[in-house]
């Protein structure tokens, strides 16, 4: 399987636009293409942040996804030309599954399944907190929702590991840490 972490980063002040536009309107149209696995805005490190996570079975699978989502009129002609304008660089990584969870593998066997958009005034974020490392060698501990190693991308080689918990958790996970986020996970959000 490829677990693809895409990172948009956003101008200042924006990223809650963003996701508030992306939950009302956009996630019904991506999700009927692509198998969202997570979607979070970041609290620490890079401010105006969002990383988001998609599960495809192998390279066949995304590229058809993705030319599927590209012949979408509304997203295409609506959804992007208002929710880009504020996003002001893209990056992704395609990572392997080292380590998983009851969560995630609950999330990899429902990842086709299309979402609904929000109510506006429904909660635009989860409860609790979640968190994102990458590390040279492999995490161990508590909470670890998925452990990936970069297979191409930024830092390949490196491994990412994401995790559940309260913030002192998340805070004093050790190791030989490159960066660490605290992220928000959005309501949404398939890990949550």
Not at 31 to 45: A, C, D, I, K, S
Not at 65 to 91: H, N, Y
Not at 158 to 184: C, M, N, P, Y
Request: glycine share 10%; aromatic share 10%; hydrophobic share 40%.
């Amino acid at each position: 399987m490829i677990f693809e972490l895409r990172t948009y980063d956003l101008k200042p002040g924006k990223a809650p636009v963003y996701l508030d536009f992306f939950r009302t309107f956009g996630v019904g149209l991506v999700t009927r293409h692509l198998p969202m696995g997570g979607y979070w805005m970041v609290e620490t490190g890079r401010l105006n942040r969002i990383e988001h996570l998609w599960i495809y079975a192998d390279m066949e699978e995304r590229d058809a996804c993705r030319a599927s989502l590209v012949k979408d009129r509304a997203w295409m002609e609506d959804f992007i030309p208002r929710a880009f304008a504020d996003v002001t660089g893209q990056s992704n990584r395609f990572m392997a599954l080292e380590r998983s969870s009851d969560r995630l593998d609950a999330v990899i066997g429902t990842r086709r399944e299309a979402r609904q958009n929000e109510d506006a005034a429904s909660p635009l974020f989860a409860g609790g907190l979640n968190s994102l490392s990458l590390s040279g060698m492999p995490l161990a501990g508590d909470g670890i929702l998925g452990a990936f190693r970069i297979v191409s991308g930024q830092e390949p080689g490196k491994h990412v590991t994401l995790r559940s918990g309260d913030f002192r958790t998340l805070t004093t996970q050790g190791g030989d840490l490159a960066w660490h986020e605290i992220i928000r996970p959005l309501a949404l959000s398939p890990l949550a």
